[in-house]
């Protein structure tokens, strides 16, 4: 399944989060893939896509960066998908 995790980076904004990221990778466990990721203009946020079959991998990961970050994780569905479930023709 897909997730579309959005960061919001707490007061001390993105610099923290790099340098940790530079240091120790993204510290995910084994069952949550990064698919891609994208930041925002403004430096506040970042959307990570990730994939697991597992949503409790989610606690593990974010135990790591919860004090230089807060996360929304939303599950998402590709819009191709939701065009067929529809049942129209893309």
Not at 10 to 19: L, S
Not at 35 to 46: F, T
Request: proline share 4%; hydrophobic share 45%; charged share 25%.
């Amino acid at each position: 399944m897909l997730f579309m995790v959005i960061e919001h980076f707490k007061e001390t904004g993105a610099a923290p989060v790099y340098k940790r990221f530079a240091e120790k990778g993204r510290m995910m466990p084994e069952g949550l893939q990064y698919v891609g990721s994208w930041i925002g203009a403004d430096l506040n946020r970042c959307f990570q896509l990730m994939e697991t079959d597992d949503a409790t991998l989610f606690q593990d990961w974010i135990s790591k960066w919860c004090d230089l970050v807060d996360f929304e994780i939303v599950p998402v569905v590709p819009s191709a998908d939701t065009v067929k479930m529809f049942g129209f023709a893309t």
